[in-house]
Nanobody, 122 residues
């Protein structure tokens, strides 16, 4: 089993920046593809970003491309989501997730964190 714990969420003004962190434990996570997903109130969970085991390949949803950056530090068992130029429509609960197999833009993952809330004010 892999345990994932997100942190770094909060309230931020539109145009601002925020960095989310995800700490992995239970098993070495370097062999997993990692992703960030989000769910806004009344909406379905959607894909945000993903990164492969080495960090060399990344995917982004069109809605966040150019504004968000996913990265990982396998030595520290950490994955990050740097969010810049935030918009009110980015408001959601953000989830860190781990996936066995190849990285791809999907909402299907094997392990999930509890989520961290991001609120972007107008």
């Amino acid at each position: 089993q892999v345990q994932l714990v997100e942190s770094g969420g909060g309230l931020v003004q539109a145009g601002g920046s925020l960095r989310l962190s995800c700490a992995a434990s239970g098993r070495t996570f370097s062999g997993y593809a990692m992703g960030w997903l989000r769910q806004a109130p009344g909406k379905e969970r959607e894909f945000v970003a993903a990164i492969n085991w080495s960090g060399g390949n990344t995917y982004y949803a069109d809605s966040v491309k150019g504004r968000f950056t996913i990265s990982r530090d396998n030595a520290k068992n950490m994955v990050y989501l740097q969010m810049n130029s935030l918009k009110p429509e980015d408001t959601a609960v953000y989830y860190c997730a781990a996936r066995l197999g190849l990285v791809r833009p999907t909402t299907t993952y094997d392990y999930w964190g509890q989520g961290t809330e991001v609120i972007v004010s107008s």
